[in-house]
């Protein structure tokens, strides 16, 4: 069974402040990994995408990959109240030879003026 | 029109209805999706067709007919819906993911259906 965990939230940080956004996997076969943001009534929007171990950094976002213990995190940096909204880790299986994306319930994040 | 595209944005119809959902890409991809997000569920995949072929049937109701004419255009028909059926219905592409141009999705707006 492939799974991607994460905690639904709320996840309340001050405006300027780092959020932290995690994701945990259940099956080893899955090589990429991606981060959508949802606002409320909206669909999902890609932010990141990452392939290999490491860290990978796009302006404010770091998406970093821990394959050995099978975890995926997100960090905003001086985070904005227009980062507010619902962001969904995707694990990607397609290797595993299906063309399925599993995506987690996605973590609501709250950003504080 | 740019990205993905799907019509109509809102629909409410009855159980015994018949209507039709449409996504446009205009991306290049080969592959297309069609996903239901309901409320406090992770989004589910409902069907993958890949170069106009089906390859993916994740134990869809018979009640949702896919269709997909061209690498472009992608249908969802529905008939004899029922209330728990009500959900956003997302559609996304992305290259072949056994090609080499990547797995990323990229999701249309969506429809937000409501059957009563």
């Known amino acids: 069974q492939k799974e991607v965990e994460q905690n639904s939230g709320p996840l309340s940080v001050p405006e300027g402040a780092i959020a932290s956004l995690n994701c945990t996997y259940s099956?080893?076969?899955?090589?990429?990994f991606f981060w959508y943001r949802q606002y409320s009534g909206k669909s999902p929007e890609l932010i990141m995408s990452i392939y290999s171990n490491g860290d990978k950094e796009d302006g404010r976002f770091t998406a970093q990959l821990n394959k050995a213990s099978q975890y995926v995190s997100l960090l905003i940096r001086d985070s904005q109240p227009s980062d507010s909204a619902t962001y969904l880790c995707a694990g990607d299986y397609s290797g595993a030879g299906s063309y399925q994306l599993t995506f987690g319930k996605g973590t609501k994040l709250s950003v504080i003026p | 029109e740019t990205g993905v595209t799907q019509t109509p944005r809102h629909l409410v119809m009855g159980m015994t209805n018949k209507k039709s959902l449409k996504c446009e890409q205009h991306?290049?991809?080969?592959?297309m999706y069609w996903y239901k997000q309901s409320a406090k569920k992770p989004l589910e995949l409902m069907f993958v067709y890949s170069l106009e072929e089906r390859v993916e049937n994740n134990s869809v109701p018979s009640r949702f007919s896919p269709e997909c004419p061209n690498s472009s255009h992608l249908f969802l028909h529905l008939h004899t819906l029922q209330p728990e059926d009500s959900a956003l219905y997302l559609c996304?592409?992305?290259?072949?993911?056994?090609?080499?141009?990547?797995?990323?999705?990229?999701f249309g707006p969506g429809t937000r259906l409501t059957v009563t």
């Open positions: 991306l290049g991809h080969n592959a």
């Open positions: 099956d080893r076969v899955s090589q990429s």
């Open positions: 996304a592409s992305s290259q072949d993911p056994y090609g080499t141009g990547g797995t990323e999705q990229y």
